[in-house]
């Protein structure tokens, strides 16, 4: 394995999406910041969002869906506050709330999205992080074309967090915080554990896949990318990141977001950092990209 930062100075980076022809379009929380990382090199802004944003998803159209927070992450508070929910960003890079509540309840700290074979946008909220009270229950949403959207899990409170489409087009797999779970939930509503970690310090955030079925899963505390097996099971962890909070492929090209010091994860500091990390033999999956 190789691995290059090729961005650095960023205020907690998270939830990258690859957007073409060398681009990487990723979040920066403390900053309400969608962020561009360009193929000349470099990363530049590319979408004022305010709040908190959490992760991006690439839509059609040149459109980007972005998970927004509303600007709370521990005792932080952003000066710009926004609506929790899901934000679309047009080519244009006008910005614009597209769902803020699921089932008639208004959201409440959206984190991940993705899009999935039967053409929703799926997105988690976890409520707020505070892995020892733990006081909210954790949701999946499936939000459809005009916004409207429902809920299809509800977790209690395990703290939903990265999700993405699964691989084989069966559904989708998520991470859960606190209780250190990988989950996939099938296009039938079949809903079972994947891999869960021994090591309390693999508090798991994002994730990706590659396509022969692997599992790329961020540990924000255990400092690794964990790479589990089409069955599930871990095989490697790679390392370089400092607190790697979620991936997405680009070709054999991993990119992965890193938070920097996980002590500052609830300060704004501007420590983070992007990677492109190269694993032998690791292609990304293909992605779907939705609302078409």
């Known amino acids: 394995m190789t691995a290059e930062r090729v961005g650095t100075g960023l205020a907690w980076p998270e939830g990258p999406s690859v957007l073409g022809g060398g681009a990487v379009a990723f979040v920066e929380t403390y900053r309400g910041l969608v962020s561009l990382y360009g193929p000349g090199g470099g990363v530049r802004p590319y979408a004022r969002v305010g709040g908190g944003p959490n992760a ?11 998970t927004q927070n509303g600007g709370v992450v521990g005792p932080w508070r952003s000066e710009d506050p926004r609506v929790p929910g899901v934000q679309v960003v047009d080519a244009a890079g006008r910005v614009e709330t597209f769902a803020a509540e699921a089932g008639g309840r208004p959201m409440r700290a959206p984190n991940d999205l993705a899009f999935a074979a039967d053409g929703l946008l799926y997105v988690t909220d976890p409520g707020r992080f505070d892995p020892v009270e733990r ?7 499936a939000v459809s074309a005009d916004g409207t959207a429902e809920v299809v899990a509800d977790l ?4 939903p967090n ?6 084989g ?13 990988v989950v996939h939930r099938a296009a039938d509503g079949t809903v079972r554990v994947l891999h869960a970690f021994a090591d309390e310090r693999a508090l798991v955030d994002g994730l990706c896949a590659a396509a022969d079925g692997r599992l790329f899963v961020t540990g924000v505390g255990s400092g690794a990318v964990h790479v589990l097996d089409a069955e599930g099971r871990e095989t490697v962890r790679l390392t370089g990141p400092a607190t790697p909070t979620n991936c997405a492929f680009d070709g054999d090209a991993l990119y992965v977001t890193d938070g920097g010091r996980l002590g500052d994860s609830v300060t704004a500091h501007s420590g983070g950092a992007l990677w492109r990390l190269r694993v032998p033999g690791a292609v990304g999956a293909p992605l779907e990209r939705g609302f078409r």
């Open 156 to 159: 209690g409170p395990v703290y």
């Open 169 to 181: 087009g069966d559904g989708v797999i998520w991470t859960e915080s606190y209780t250190r779970r």
């Open 135 to 141: 006081p909210d229950a954790g949701y999946v949403y």
């Open 162 to 167: 990265g999700i993405i489409a699964h691989p």
């Open 56 to 66: 991006t998803a690439r839509g059609s159209g040149g459109r980007l869906f972005v």
